[in-house]
């Protein structure tokens, strides 16, 4: 179709994608989609959650194999087109499911209590893979000097931790949808 480029490649062999190849991007995107959903419902919000140094470099490595995956050997242009319009198609089917209670719970994770007042719930952490030093960090960024400060801290279904402080009881219909609201002290819940 056009002149020939580097090694012998013409403008097309850069750009254009045959039907079978084009069909394979889709293919990889959405097995790789699914993969990533399915990944971080058994690892937890904590994949989510702000990254470390380490943490950074494991995405940046992700995102270069994830996208070597889904354009294949030989990544062109329109292949890349394709699979960019083929994640955004997924997110919108996604967005919409998840507006249903029923996907949503199957798609995200349910928020998580980690402390119940001065409380540290360590059999969360452990579930959720958050470690207490994270914990820790997560406090003093939101201002705590001493764990008798904390009325709730929640992880979050997007991975971020919430410090709720103590004066203001919580009203239960806070905390509905969080894994271990019931551990919380009465003297904390507003009535």
Known sequence: ?????????????????TQGAALAVIVATVVLYVTFIVLTRFLGQRVLASLSGFDLLVVIVLGAILGRATMGHTPTLAGGVIAVVTLFALEGVIGRLTSRPR????????????????????????????????????????????????????????????VLRRGVPIRPAMLTDVRSAGRMPSDLLSS
């Open 1 to 17: 179709m056009g002149g020939t480029l580097v090694g012998g490649l013409s403008l097309w062999d850069y750009l254009g994608i």
């Open 103 to 162: 996907w949503e719970r199957l798609v995200n994770n349910r928020a998580v209590l980690l402390m119940a007042g001065p409380v540290v719930l360590h059999d969360e952490l452990r579930r959720t893979h958050v470690t207490a030093a994270e914990l820790r960090s997560r406090l003093r960024q939101a201002g705590i000097r001493t764990d008798d400060e904390v009325a709730a801290v929640v992880l979050e279904p997007t991975g971020t931790i919430s």
